[in-house]
């Protein structure tokens, strides 16, 4: 009996043992789960977290413009607006059949300012509230924002000048002011303008560049790069791009350095700087090509008065340097920059 009861004792004891056992067992397996679980989203969590700075590093920053509906003051949002309406219809309301006056020859300002001037890297107005007025060495004067509205006037849209006191001028400096108000003054707001490109090694192939043109522009642009009219004739669909109607050889465009980072980072239409089509030797080429055809001729012997201050790609003598006009205008690039380089150190 005495045994029996110890048998049972002992039994009762393995017993218990074996529970304990299961449920420290189970309480391992159960650590180990969760733990690895734990760490699992620790470590999703931080992917996710790699994720979102490489998103925001590559995002942010880029300037917009600002909203026209925050406008709460009836008379300057209707000249703001008015002042947009011209920027995107220059033609209707300038241009060669222009209800205002007949002061330019067709093109709209953003043809080149990309939806009124408020595209990234598309040529926009996001520096010139900051930055107006400015010292310019194409003048070597300081500008205030009516001389260059009106240099685009003169030169890319071939026109003669609008007053500045004309509601025209007011609107659409108005509007330029405004959507660049939220930039620091004197700073330089990211995306505006043009992005950089960098030069090739050589000069710049006008036949290289008229095989461009034909494959990937002509369709719009038309093979005699005059551009087509809308069905009023008061305003194209597709901009000229030489002839008649275009900038004249005193504009921004006409520098290949200026036409090649435009086209690179906007054409064809409804490119944007983040899926260019043309590969860099493309946009120089097809620069070089449409630059070489026939456009009007702007007479301008003031321009860069100090001529040690010539862009590398102005393509109007006498210059500073050695180099001829040819490679002025055609390139290759690189040597004009480096000797540039080296008189700026000499002078230091
Ligand atoms: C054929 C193309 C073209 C058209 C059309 C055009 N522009 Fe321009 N504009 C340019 C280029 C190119 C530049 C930059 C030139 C440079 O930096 O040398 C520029 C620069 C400017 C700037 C200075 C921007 C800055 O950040 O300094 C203003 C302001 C401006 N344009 C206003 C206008 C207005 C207003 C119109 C219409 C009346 C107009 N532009 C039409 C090509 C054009
Ligand atoms: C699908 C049609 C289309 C194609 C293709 C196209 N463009 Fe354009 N291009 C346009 C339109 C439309 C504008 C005016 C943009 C606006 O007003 O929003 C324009 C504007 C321009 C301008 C500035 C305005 C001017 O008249 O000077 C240049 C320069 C230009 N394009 C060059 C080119 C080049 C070079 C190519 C070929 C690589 C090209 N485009 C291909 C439709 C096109």
Redesign the pocket.
Known sequence: MNQQNTTDKLLAIINKLVIIIVILVAGIVAMLYLFSKSSKDDIIASNQKDTKQIVTTDTNHYWQPKDLNLITDKALKEKVEYGRELLAHTATYLGPNGTVSKSTNG??C???H??AGTVIFGNNYGSVNSLYPKFRARSGTIENLYKRVNDCIQRSLNGTAIDSNSKEMQSITAYINYIGSDVEKGKKAVGSGFKDLGYLDRAANIKNGMA??EA??Q???QPDGK?MLNATKNE??????WGDH??NDGAG?YRISN?AK??KY?????TTFKNP??SDE?AWD??AF?NSQPRPHKNVPNDWPDISKKPVDHPFGPYSDIFSEQQHKYGPFKPIADAQKKKETAKK
């Open positions: 093109l709209n953003q043809n080149c990309l939806n461009v043109y990937k522009c369709s719009c642009h551009g194209f669909i597709y901009p000229a791009l275009s900038f465009l036409f435009y086209v906007n054409m064809p239409q409804g089509v043309l493309e097809v620069a449409v």
